[in-house]
């Protein structure tokens, strides 16, 4: 298992993220930012954090790859 953890402040809502991995990230309407489906949207909230299985890296691998102001980590 990893975990994977967003800087919800930090995203720019440019919606790369949600459109190479939609299974886990998809972009709220409230904000206009992404947000990890697997995590209820908190207004407010600073961080949203989820573990994913290793066959689930490589989505999510790649949606931290493309986020251009790099606010999802893997660990």
């Given amino acids: 298992m990893a975990k994977i ?13 949600a459109a190479v991995c939609p299974d886990f990230w998809e ?11 697997k995590c209820q ?3 407010g909230k600073d961080t949203y954090e989820f573990e994913v299985e290793e066959k689930d ?3 999510n691998k790649e949606a931290a ?11």
């Fill in 57 to 59: 890296m490589s989505c």
């Fill in 41 to 43: 949207f908190e207004e």
């Fill in 5 to 17: 953890t967003q800087d919800h402040n930090g995203c720019i809502g440019c919606g790369a993220c």
């Fill in 65 to 75: 790859e493309v986020c251009p102001v790099q606010v999802i980590k893997i660990e």
């Fill in 27 to 37: 972009m709220n309407e409230k904000d206009g930012k992404a947000v990890p489906i």
